[in-house]
């Protein structure tokens, strides 16, 4: 009776499940309006795309959750189990294995579950046996459903807790490997796909223009040619976040450096100053494929300033990243036999850490100084800006605190770091050869891009000076086209600064690194665009001219 109390209680939707409803509520509000305010038939399609959508992600989508619980294996269950582990070697009492894990929200998916098991054994009068047999009931995950209640027996018989954690702790880590390794290694196919689609898009586009120059389309026919190439890339990035795994790199934790700061700054002068200077340039009338592929050049530019000082951050980590690994398990030896944490790091002083060894500097002058552990600690994490170094400090800190075995503990920890270190570094690899392919692919979109748009202009030039020669039963339907350029020249250049973007976004997902790296994958991008603008202009400028010139001659 009891429980179904404390149950009404804590029964409520999740964060994740409030979302999908506040994203399908407006994606069916947003439907509905365009289909009762639109009449065209472009309208009423995407009214319909939407809707679809809609009820799929946002009701479907989350009731088949629901109904069929997840059997993944995810990184903050390794690194749950990882602290339970860590904790229960100094043989604390039961519930400061649940009280560890649940506080503060540290693992967002299981610190609820297991605050709950803390709040049943130590509030509601159950055992911890009992907590862990009601909760495992309710938990939708199957593998921590099956630890949970394995953990339950553990403890209504008195095993070794410790020698328990550290199996499963074993046996997760060796799935969560698999996993990981099968997911990256099919989400290798899904990038090509992505690539491929960048290389077809382009040629759907033009035949589109086609289409429209020589049947008689208008410019809307265009502009909407445009949008659909641009959804369905969209669409697709969209896919590519959601099937790869997030990678756990860059820490929230404040301090943050003034760094951070200027990154932002540079990155909102750039926007700001770009946008400006294309709204200058539309209204003053000067919006040839030169000049904006030079404002791309220079907003391009601009951008790889602040992606460049997100690079030294990104360098930063997997640096620290690659020596912490020596430094933990070196530490807890030190500790073991000397407990006294500014004694036991003076000896690592001397060693050669890279550019850790400075931050080991400030934090033995915090010890030293009587700084309290947790703030110094804190503040080590903070330095290094590397999320793994900040989760396995704390797992390290409270397995002191709770007077675990320190040598024990830093060989574990020593040895998960080293797993998702080496885990990234094959994503990397791919990551990196997606890089360069969507490079090559945006540099040739944008070239024949601009290209064909030169030269259906180019054509109707030329049929609009043999107009008057040539019969009207002979042209047929090839006047019927009559396309403004400036039109024609914004869409090209707004499709090639989305697809730079998108492409930026990509690249960023895919590869393990800081999230304000996107600057410099958008700079690149952006240049490359600039180029592409510019090389491709120059080239129909070349065939044209003397095509043109022919033409000329044999109208006079």
């Known amino acids: 009776m009891k429980y179904r109390s404390f149950k009404r209680n804590n029964k409520n939707l999740s964060s994740a499940e409030k979302l999908y409803l506040l994203a399908a509520s407006v994606g069916i509000v947003l439907s509905i309006y365009i289909y009762f305010r639109l009449t065209s038939g472009v309208a009423l399609a995407i009214a319909g795309i939407v809707m679809s959508l809609s ?21 903050d269950l390794t690194f749950l189990l990882q602290h339970m582990y860590s904790v229960s070697t100094g043989s604390p009492p039961r519930e400061a294995l649940f009280e560890c894990v649940g506080r503060e929200n540290i693992y967002p998916k299981y610190s609820p579950i297991f605050r709950k098991i803390f709040k049943l054994g130590k509030e509601w009068g159950y055992s911890f046996p009992q907590a862990c047999a009601f909760v495992a009931n309710e938990v939708k995950n199957k593998v921590l459903k099956e630890i949970l209640s394995r953990l339950s027996a553990v403890l209504a ?12 702790l074993d046996t997760i880590n060796s799935e969560f490997e698999t996993q990981y390794t099968r997911t990256v290694e099919a989400s290798r196919v899904f990038l090509g796909i992505y690539t491929s689609l960048l290389a077809s898009s382009v040629f759907m586009l033009a035949n589109f ?6 049947f008689g389309g208008s410019i809307r026919m265009v502009i909407t040619s445009y949008f659909f190439v641009l959804g369905t890339i969209a669409s697709v990035a969209i896919l590519l976040y959601l099937t790869m795994p997030p990678e756990v790199y860059e820490t929230k934790i404040k301090p943050m450096p003034p760094i951070y700061r200027t990154i932002d700054i540079l ?3 750039v926007i700001s100053i770009s946008i400006a200077t294309t709204a200058y340039l539309a209204f003053t009338g000067r919006t040839s494929f030169y000049i904006l592929g030079e404002v791309l050049i220079a907003s391009g530019a601009g951008f790889l300033l602040p992606g ?10 997997r640096e620290i990243d690659d020596f912490f690994p020596v430094f933990i398990r070196s530490y807890a030896l030190n500790y073991e036999t000397l407990p006294n944490q500014a004694k036991a790091l003076r000896p690592l002083l001397i060693v050669e850490l890279g550019r850790l060894t400075r931050i080991l500097e400030n934090l033995y002058a915090r010890l030293l100084n009587s700084i309290d552990p947790a703030v110094a600690w804190r503040m080590v994490a903070s330095e290094s800006r590397s999320e793994l170094v900040h989760r396995f400090l704390r797992i390290f800190i409270d397995s002191i605190e709770r007077g675990g075995k320190i040598s024990k503990v830093g ?7 080293n797993l998702i270190v080496r885990l990234r570094r094959n994503r990397l690899q791919i990551a990196k050869t997606f890089e360069t392919t969507t490079y090559i692919m945006q540099a040739a979109v ?6 064909v748009v030169r030269l259906l202009y180019g054509f109707s030039s030329i049929l609009a000076s043999m107009q008057a020669q040539i019969p009207t039963n002979i042209v047929g339907p090839l ?9 024609i020249v914004y869409t090209s250049i707004i499709f090639s600064i989305l697809t730079a973007a998108m492409n930026a976004f990509s690249i960023s997902r895919v590869t393990p690194g800081v999230s304000r790296t996107f600057w410099y994958y958008l700079g690149l991008l952006f240049i490359i665009s600039g180029i592409g603008v510019m090389l491709g202009s120059m080239m129909m400028d070349y065939i044209l001219g003397s095509t043109i010139q022919a033409f000329g001659n044999l109208t006079a």
């Open 55 to 75: 009820v799929v992600l946002g009701v479907i989508y989350p009731f088949w959750l629901r109904r069929n619980p997840s059997t993944s294996v995810d990184l």
């Open 157 to 168: 018989i008195g095993e070794d807790v410790e020698l328990f954690i550290k199996t499963e």
């Open 209 to 214: 223009l086609l289409l429209a120059f020589f």
């Open 267 to 269: 990155s909102v002068a």
């Open 308 to 317: 460049w000082l997100a690079k030294k951050i990104e360098d930063l980590i």
């Open 411 to 417: 060989a574990s920890l020593s040895d998960h770091h």
């Open 446 to 451: 944008v070239i024949i891009n601009i290209f």
């Open 479 to 487: 006047f019927g086209s009559n396309i403004p350029l400036q039109p």
